[in-house]
Nanobody, 126 residues
Framework: QVQVVESGGGLVQAGGSLRLSCTAS????????MGWFRQAPGKEREGVSCISWSGSSTVYVDSVRGRFTISRDNAKNTLYLRMNSLKPEDTAMYYC???????????????????WGQGTQVTVSS
């Protein structure tokens, strides 16, 4: 059984930083791409970032590029999202997701099938 568990969310002031972590078990972690998604109240879930199985390729949504950094440690089955220069509009529930089928972040990676975590709340105050 695949389990995906996020941690590291919290309340931070605008301009601050947070690091989210995610562990995944029950799958060959280093075979699959991993992603971070977020959903704000009243909005659709959006793909924030994706990282390939090896970590050599990353993708970011325009609104976070240059501020967020995705990384992974395959030896620890752990995914990270370092978030700097946080803005109030970054407030959302953040979800970690393990790709079910692919090791790469190509095309419409945000529309593929994933194993999902329960989410961790990030709140940025102005």
């Amino acid at each position: 059984q695949v389990q995906v568990v996020e941690s590291g969310g919290g309340l931070v002031q605008a301009g601050g930083s947070l690091r989210l972590s995610c562990t995944a078990s029950g799958l060959r972690f280093d075979d699959y791409a991993m992603g971070w998604f977020r959903q704000a109240p009243g909005k659709e879930r959006e793909g924030v970032s994706c990282i390939s199985w090896s970590g050599s390729s990353t993708v970011y949504v325009d609104s976070v590029r240059g501020r967020f950094t995705i990384s992974r440690d395959n030896a620890k089955n752990t995914l990270y999202l370092r978030m700097n220069s946080l803005k109030p509009e970054d407030t959302a529930m953040y979800y970690c997701a393990a790709d079910r089928t692919s090791g790469y972040c190509r095309g419409s990676w945000f529309n593929r099938e994933y194993y999902w975590g329960q989410g961790t709340q990030v709140t940025v105050s102005s």
